[in-house]
């Protein structure tokens, strides 16, 4: 039995064991194919740059994604800057009771609050689409416990198209 485990063993060592890797050598390109891939290749960048989602076609290409502008208005929010949650609307709610995130809004004591995004679902038939619902998950902590929060916002191009702005908003408090 011990003479089989001496000669399995070299057997492991050699089984697992990997030759060194030989370098790859490609061939030179030729003149005429290298200029080839150096125009291919700047025609594939141009249009690797230019490709956005077509999702977020409504806007800018260099704005930021509508779940971007969603965390910023929770951490003004949080911070209770009204006029940077404000300007995340594209109307503001003149009164933070009637707000369509007025249980959000209406939090005494806030220490923290999470904004968790979904993808967002085109909800109208344009093209690119003009309003977009984002699936969120909130939650916030106070000095009373911990509140969660699900629903969504929808957001639309803002009128210069340059940012997106939150038209509508629903959240609905919800269990662990």
């Known amino acids: 039995m ?28 030729s003149p005429a194919s290298a200029g080839a891939q150096a125009v291919a290749g ?19 290409a260099d704005a930021e994604p509508p779940s971007v502008m969603l965390n910023r208005y929770v951490i003004a929010l949080l911070n209770r800057d009204r006029s940077a949650s404000d300007a995340a609307w594209a109307i503001p709610p003149a009164d933070p009771h009637r707000a369509d995130d007025a249980a959000i809004r209406q939090l005494q004591g806030l ?20 309003l977009l619902e984002v699936p969120v998950r909130l939650r916030a902590t106070t000095a009373q416990g911990t509140f969660r929060f699900g629903g969504w916002y929808r957001v639309q191009p803002s009128p210069d198209g340059r940012a997106w702005q939150i038209q509508s908003a629903q959240l609905r408090p919800t269990l662990d």
């Open 2 to 29: 011990r003479r089989t485990l001496f000669l399995i063993a070299p057997l492991v060592l050699l089984g697992c064991s990997r030759p060194t890797a030989q370098p790859d050598v490609a061939p030179a390109p």
């Open 42 to 60: 700047t025609d594939a960048a141009s249009l690797q740059s230019a490709t956005i989602d077509p999702l977020f076609a409504a806007v800018a």
């Open 111 to 130: 220490r923290t609050l999470r904004l968790d995004s979904g993808t967002p679902l085109a909800r109208d038939d344009r093209q690119p689409s003009r």
